[in-house]
């Protein structure tokens, strides 16, 4: 049910720094809660994950490729975004660049005048999604990686293509790979990189390891920190591509503290690779298994970016698609429900009390923050009140349910089922004037849980 007033605590903590917000694209980023990543490559053709940068174009051949079912699986399944792996590691271009001559221009697809970015970008507009983009920047094809300013000027070239070529871009997806030449490590200029994506796509996200506008969550388990501050203090984490347990604590937690406003991104794939392998076909993640990874990352306060890679035909499987349609099934099921609905609110000892029209049986909570005005609860607690007769000697009617420390944009907490008369919010510690915006409780009727999202705490 709908809150949003501000809400007491029973401590405040004192902020070191000024209270981040979000820019407008971040809050519209982290609301679309889920993006689909898409890798296609030469990995698909060749069985690897990581290729080499000498595969032969001649063996790139989707004969069947249609981005128009990717988009459409994604936006049917409640995906915002789509992002394409435009170039691996490999160096292999999914588009025509001018930059090089291992593009799809060189392969037999679409007689070599092909161009899967382009087939992607037209596919999300006409399903009305968003479309995103990865680009490498480790190239184990390109002569001169490793080099520095020569490799440096190719890829800045390959960003500009990609990021004028295409229409609105609203992700631009980095990482940190960075591979040994006989010319040794490539040092990649991020800020002229970032710069790049700031003047050619100003409204897009920038994601890296490291932001500037959206973080990695330190795993790619599809699990983000049980707490998940969507701020961070850059200094910890000041260059993507960094593996210290240090800077993955980071990630994972964020910093109550922190400067600047970097929520967490939450990359995982569909299949136990990121590329299509055949004997993969039966280890898909299924609907409910998504549904656990859905409350371990969108509810922890982070954005899940689910990736479901092509097969050679240049199309979903059927069982990936069956197990996306499962997946929005479930949401809408488990979630679509707020048995909360038409409960009257009231204040105890500046607590919350929520009374529902009837009482309820629940195994799930969901609480939101009005994250435009900043993250601020650090500690909360939700109790049921018991019948009189069950009360303890001391008379507290009031029973723990579940707690937690952050929420953010979401944070839902499992518990075993339990009949709820009223329940009670306490928020312990804020730093700053907090602000709930809903508490929901809802029902998972598939019986006994996977307890995948408690067991990473």
């Not at 903590?13 to 993006?35: C, F, G, I, K, M």
């Not at 006989?182 to 932001?211: C, K, N």
């Not at 990874?293 to 035909?313: C, E, F, H, Q």
Request: overall charge negative; proline content about 6%.
């Amino acid at each position: 049910m709908l809150i949003d007033r501000p809400t007491a605590a029973l401590a405040s903590a004192p902020r070191l720094t000024p209270v981040p917000r979000p820019s407008r694209a971040q809050l519209a980023w982290q609301r679309e809660e889920l993006a689909m990543f898409v890798h296609l490559g030469m990995n698909t053709f060749t069985g690897r994950e990581w290729g080499e940068g000498t595969e032969d174009p001649a063996i790139f051949d989707p004969q069947h490729l249609d981005a128009r079912q990717w988009a459409r699986t994604a936006h049917e399944a409640g995906f915002g975004t789509l992002v394409l792996t435009a170039k691996h590691h490999d160096g292999f271009c999914l588009w025509p660049s001018a930059t090089t001559s291992h593009t799809v221009a060189a392969s037999p697809w679409r007689g070599g005048s092909g161009d899967v970015v382009r087939e992607a970008a037209e596919a999300c507009a006409a399903e009305g999604i968003r479309f995103g983009i990865y680009c490498s920047p480790w190239d184990r094809n390109a002569p001169s990686y490793g080099s520095g300013r020569g490799y440096d000027d190719l890829y800045i070239a390959q960003l500009t293509e990609l990021l004028t070529g295409y229409g609105d871009v609203a992700e631009v997806w980095f990482d940190g790979a960075v591979g040994e030449t006989a010319r040794g490590r490539q040092s990649y200029d991020w800020d002229r990189i970032f710069g790049t994506v700031r003047a050619l796509q100003p409204d897009a996200v920038i994601f890296s390891d490291a932001g500037p506008d959206v973080r990695w969550v330190g795993n790619e388990d599809g699990v983000a920190g049980a707490t998940c501050w969507s701020s961070i203090d850059p200094a910890r984490v000041p260059t993507p591509g960094r593996s210290d347990p240090w800077s993955l604590d980071s990630l994972r937690s964020g910093d109550p503290d922190g400067q600047v406003w970097r929520p967490a991104e939450t990359d995982v794939s569909i299949r136990p690779g990121w590329f299509w392998h055949e004997h993969e076909n039966g280890s898909v993640l299924d609907g409910g298994a998504l549904l656990d990874l859905y409350l371990a990352s969108v509810g922890r306060n982070s954005k899940l970016l689910l990736n479901v890679p092509p097969n050679r035909d240049g199309l979903l499987e059927r069982t990936d698609v069956a197990a996306l349609r499962s997946f929005a099934r479930l949401r809408e099921e488990v979630l679509g429900t707020d048995l909360l609905a038409g409960a009257t609110i009231s204040e105890d000892r500046g607590a919350l009390v929520i009374t529902p029209p009837a009482p309820v049986v629940a195994d799930l909570v969901t609480l939101a923050e009005d994250i435009e005005q900043g993250q601020h609860v650090a500690a909360f607690r939700l109790q049921v009140e018991v019948a009189e007769d069950e009360a303890a000697a001391d008379g507290e009617r009031w029973r723990p349910l579940t707690s937690g420390t952050t929420i953010g944009h979401l944070r839902a907490l499992r518990f075993p089922p339990i009949g709820v008369r009223r329940l009670r919010l306490v928020v312990d510690l804020t730093y700053g004037p907090a602000r709930v915006r809903s508490v929901s409780l809802h029902r998972d009727a598939r019986g006994e849980h996977r307890r995948r999202a408690d067991s990473h705490d």
